[in-house]
């Protein structure tokens, strides 16, 4: 299995940018296809957005579309969420989640990965 390790997350205002990165270590990124969820206090978790193996199909949550951004450097093992114009609402711990895949698709259900990172928490005041 690929390891995955978030960091980027911290304590910002609304309406600020924020960039989280996903780092795969143990296995190329670049045969995984990558999603990134998010889990506040007492609520399920939630999709936020998920990227194909080569980047080219890409996915969101509704209540981040037009806001936030998925990308990958396979060369970098790495996956990113740029974050832009967050609200109080975006407020939880975010996770990338990682799925060998053998076509270009990308996943919405946390239970189609089976590869996850500790999790980096984000918290927007208003």
């Not at 296809?33 to 609520?43: S, Y």
């Not at 890409?58 to 609200?87: C, E, P, W």
Request: aromatic share 10%.
């Amino acid at each position: 299995q690929v390891q995955l390790v978030e960091s980027g997350g911290g304590l910002v205002q609304a309406g600020a940018t924020l960039r989280l990165s996903c780092a795969a270590s143990g296995r190329t990124i670049s045969r995984y296809a990558v999603g990134w969820f998010r889990q506040a206090p007492g609520k399920e978790r939630e999709f936020v957005a998920a990227i194909a193996r080569s980047g080219g199909n890409t996915g969101y949550g509704d209540s981040v579309k037009g806001r936030f951004t998925i990308s990958r450097d396979n060369a970098k093992n790495t996956v990113n969420l740029q974050m832009n114009s967050l609200k109080p609402e975006d407020t939880a711990v975010y996770y990338c989640a990682a799925r060998y895949a053998v076509g270009d698709g990308y996943y919405v259900t946390h239970s189609a990965y089976d590869s996850w990172g500790q999790g980096t928490q984000v918290t927007v005041s208003s």
